[in-house]
């Protein structure tokens, strides 16, 4: 086309009321992008009987070596129980009884020498507790660890005596 017939047809358009501008495209607004789901807030009462239930577990793997190396002394139908040892640990009820049951899992740690210091448990046979007997006992006394530390046990109640 010529420059005049555009100049026509411009001065056309602009007479009808055109603009020698398109219009801007009506577009719908944004809509705004999904926000990411807020992380839910776990249940600590939840979180608690997840703990416990690992502990529990880990118990139950670990009770057969607890029979076999602690209950002589540490159940009331042990040949050796005394009432001084039941008072310390008593493995007839889960968790164990006695005036360690706030912090059994590193009682029993210390007394199988597991925390750097000589075994001294069990008592006959001080350090025989080994290999996968000794495996499970470490495990239990893990899961124990996570629950009490997770807030899962009672407060511990302030030891008695210094052993």
């Known amino acids: 086309m010529t420059r005049s017939i555009m100049l026509v047809l411009f001065a056309a358009l602009v007479a009808c009321g055109a603009s020698a501008t398109p219009a801007a495209v009506a ?4 809509k705004p992008p999904d926000k990411p789901a807020e992380p839910s807030t776990p249940d600590p009462a939840a979180a608690k009987a997840a703990l416990l239930a690992r502990e529990r577990a880990a118990w139950d793997t670990a009770k057969p070596v607890f029979q076999n190396s602690c209950a002589t002394c540490h159940s009331k139908a042990g040949k050796k129980a005394a009432k001084k040892k039941l008072d310390h640990f008593d493995l007839d009820t889960y968790p164990p009884g006695g005036h360690h049951t706030g912090t059994i899992g590193y009682t029993v740690r210390e007394v199988l020498g597991l925390s750097g210091e000589k075994a001294t448990m069990p008592y006959d046979a001080p350090g025989s507790v080994q290999g996968e007997d000794l495996a499970k006992i470490v495990a239990w006394t893990d899961a124990w660890e996570a629950a009490d ?15």
């Open 27 to 30: 577009r719908p607004p944004e």
């Open 149 to 163: 530390k997770g807030g899962a046990h009672p407060p511990a109640a302030p030891e008695t005596d210094d052993d």
